[in-house]
C-alpha cells in the first residue's frame, strides 16, 4: 500500500515542517488538491506551492487537478516538479490530457467523481497509470467518506485487466483509521489522508497500524 498525506490537510503556515512531518510517518507520496473555484466550489495552492514543496522533499508528488480546464495547465505543474498529475474524466478533454501529461514524462492519473460511473474510465484507462475514486464530492476537507463509491475499485480492475493495463487504484476523501482497512479491502493501493492524519495525535502509528493490519 502506499500512504499520500493531503496538504489539504495540513498547517500550512508551517509547510517546511509539515513535509518533514510527513516523511517522518513513512509516507511516500504527499497529495497535493489543486482547485480551480469552477470544476469545485473552492480554491486552493497552485503551481508554486508545489515547486516550494519540491524544495523540501524528494518524495513522490502526487497532484490532483480539480479543474475544468487541466490542459492549460499541465506544463506550469510539471514544471514545478509534479511526478504525478491526476485530472478528471468530468473535465475537458481528458484522453488529450492524459497524452500531454504522459509526453512531460509524469505518471497520468484518471479521476471519477462519487455521482460518475466507474465505466467512464473505460476509454480512458489504456492511457492511465493510476485511477483515482473519490469518496466524497471534491472541494472540502474533512468530509465522511461515502462506502458505496469504494465498489468501483472491482470496476476498475476488471476494466483494466481487460484492456491488458495495470493501474494503481487511489481513494480520496474521508479516509481515517476507523475506515482505511475497508477501503484496502476493497482493491485501494493509494490511500489519500488529510484531516485523518493531520490531526491525529500519533499520525505515524496510525500509518503503521494500518500496513500491519494488512501484512
Avoid at 13 to 40: C, K, P, T, Y
Avoid at 86 to 106: F, N, S
Wanted: proline residues 6%; charged residues 20%.
Amino acid at each position: 500500500m502506499i500512504f499520500a498525506p493531503s496538504l489539504l490537510g495540513a498547517n500550512l503556515l508551517n509547510l517546511g515542517e509539515e513535509v518533514r512531518r510527513v516523511e517522518s510517518w513513512g509516507a511516500e507520496w504527499i497529495h497535493f488538491d489543486q482547485m480551480d473555484g469552477h470544476f469545485v466550489p473552492n480554491i486552493s495552492f497552485g503551481p508554486a506551492f508545489v515547486a516550494a514543496v519540491r524544495k523540501h522533499t524528494k518524495l513522490f508528488l502526487d497532484v490532483h487537478l480539480m479543474l475544468s480546464r487541466p490542459m492549460d495547465y499541465i506544463d506550469a505543474f510539471a514544471d514545478a516538479g509534479a511526478d504525478g498529475i491526476t485530472v478528471h474524466a468530468e473535465a475537458e478533454e481528458p484522453e488529450e490530457v492524459l497524452r500531454k501529461i504522459h509526453d512531460r514524462g509524469l505518471k497520468a492519473g484518471i479521476c471519477v467523481n462519487p455521482g460518475t460511473p466507474a465505466s467512464a474510465l473505460k476509454p480512458l484507462l489504456p492511457l492511465a497509470d493510476l485511477a483515482l475514486i473519490m469518496t466524497v464530492q471534491p472541494g472540502f476537507g474533512g468530509q465522511k467518506m461515502r462506502p458505496e463509491c469504494l465498489e468501483k475499485a472491482a470496476e476498475i480492475c476488471a476494466m483494466a485487466k481487460e484492456a491488458g493495463k495495470s493501474v494503481l487504484i487511489e481513494a480520496d476523501g474521508g479516509i481515517n483509521a476507523e475506515n482505511a482497512g475497508q477501503v484496502l479491502a476493497a482493491g485501494v493501493d493509494v490511500l489519500v489522508m488529510g484531516t485523518g492524519l493531520f490531526r491525529a495525535a500519533d499520525p505515524a502509528g496510525i500509518m503503521a497500524a494500518i500496513r500491519g493490519s494488512r501484512a
